[in-house]
T-cell receptor
Framework: SQQGEEDPQALSIQEGENATMNCSYK?????LQWYRQNSGRGLVHLIL?????REKHSGRLRVTLDTSKKSSSLLITASRAADTASYFC?????????????FGKGTKLTVNP | DTEVTQTPKHLVMGMTNKKSLKCEQH?????MYWYKQKAKKPPELMFV???????INESVPSRFSPECPNSSLLNLHLHALQPEDSALYLC????????????????FGDGTRLSIL
């Protein structure tokens, strides 16, 4: 299966703390993306890191990618209650001339006020 | 508000009904996607359209029939569904791989929550 694995499955922290989520995958990838999903809503793209990049920042988000270990991490600094959501990593592949995303199982993050 | 609009938001149908899910985007994206998401699970890819042509079908049962009438619209026609097909159906779009040659993020709608009685 190409599906990634994320850990932890659930994470509960206090507002202001940092949250780290990890993602591991099994095959070669074009890129790795992180998405957020609030309950009952669609997914929101957070950040994309290409296979030749090692680290990327966007606001309070920091993503790392280690292709030798086939793993990535998402760090959210100074978390807020509004960051409460499920977070998914997704690995990007090319198939049939199109890009295909395979999502990991997700981490459910709860930020307590 | 999302830039990908899905209708209806909720749909309840019997196993013998025929219904359609609709998805619309006006971002000029040339790739559009259907995903199925069960509760507490990640989205699973069903179909990919690239430049209005079906490019990926993830071995989806024929009771799901996708259609891309033009570059802004994507439909999913449903017929003779089973109770296990109850799920959140998500549509997404992106600039696509071929035109830019660079991987692009996907923009998701809020989904249609489908219940099969």
């Amino acid at each position: 299966s190409q599906q990634g694995e994320e850990d932890p499955q659930a994470l509960s922290i206090q507002e202001g703390e940092n949250a780290t989520m990890n993602c591991s995958y099994k095959t070669s990838i074009n890129n790795l993306q992180w998405y957020r999903q609030n309950s009952g809503r669609g997914l929101v793209h957070l950040i994309l890191i290409r296979s030749n990049e090692r680290e990327k920042h966007s606001g309070r988000l920091r993503v790392t990618l280690d292709t030798s270990k086939k793993s990535s991490s998402l760090l959210i600094t100074a978390s807020r209650a509004a960051d409460t959501a499920s977070y998914f990593c997704a690995t990007g592949f090319t198939q049939g001339g199109s890009e295909k995303l395979v999502f990991g199982k997700g981490t459910k993050l709860t930020v307590n006020p | 508000d999302t830039e990908v609009t899905q209708t209806p938001k909720h749909l309840v149908m019997g196993m013998t009904n025929k219904k359609s899910l609709k998805c619309e985007q006006h971002m000029g994206h040339r790739a559009m996607y259907w995903y199925k998401q069960k509760a507490k699970k990640p989205p699973e890819l069903m179909f990919v359209y690239s430049y209005e042509k079906l490019s990926i079908n993830e071995s989806v049962p024929s009771r799901f029939s996708p259609e891309c009438p033009n570059s802004s619209l994507l439909n999913l026609h449903l017929h003779a569904l089973q109770p296990e097909d109850s799920a959140l159906y998500l549509c997404a779009s992106s600039q696509g791989l071929l035109r830019s040659g660079v991987n692009q993020p996907q923009h998701f709608g809020d989904g249609t929550r489908l219940s099969i009685l």
